[in-house]
Nanobody, 113 residues
């Protein structure tokens, strides 16, 4: 399984970023997927998940600000992040939901105040 997250960067508070995840090695359209993040000194945590049919779930700390989506035809997943806060600063990863596979390198998101 290969999971490549991209689209990170440095933005100011209140800004937006759109992360992309390219997936290969699995039957993507059958898998529930998730975006995760890990801030320095903290454990990795789930941010949002998406079922094969596109039904999303969000952790409370991003609900209303982030939108997860997927493109089953092209084995891609996205995370639109709006109204970014300094506490959103972290390395962001994509992986399968419930039973994550080997973690890719992720993409860094930095929100500056």
């Amino acid at each position: 399984v290969q999971l490549q997250a991209s689209g990170g960067g440095t933005v100011q508070v209140g800004g937006s970023l759109r992360l992309s995840c390219t997936v290969s090695g699995i039957v993507f359209r059958r898998k529930s997927m998730g975006w995760y993040r890990q801030a320095p000194g903290k454990q990795r945590e789930l941010v949002a998940g998406i079922a094969p049919d596109g039904s999303p779930t969000y952790e409370d700390f991003v609900r209303g600000r982030f939108t997860i989506s997927r493109d089953n035809a092209n084995d891609m997943m996205y995370l639109q992040m709006n109204s970014l806060k300094p506490e959103d600063t972290a390395q962001y990863y994509c992986n399968m939901l419930y039973v994550p596979d080997t973690w890719g390198p992720g993409t860094q998101v930095t929100v500056s105040s």
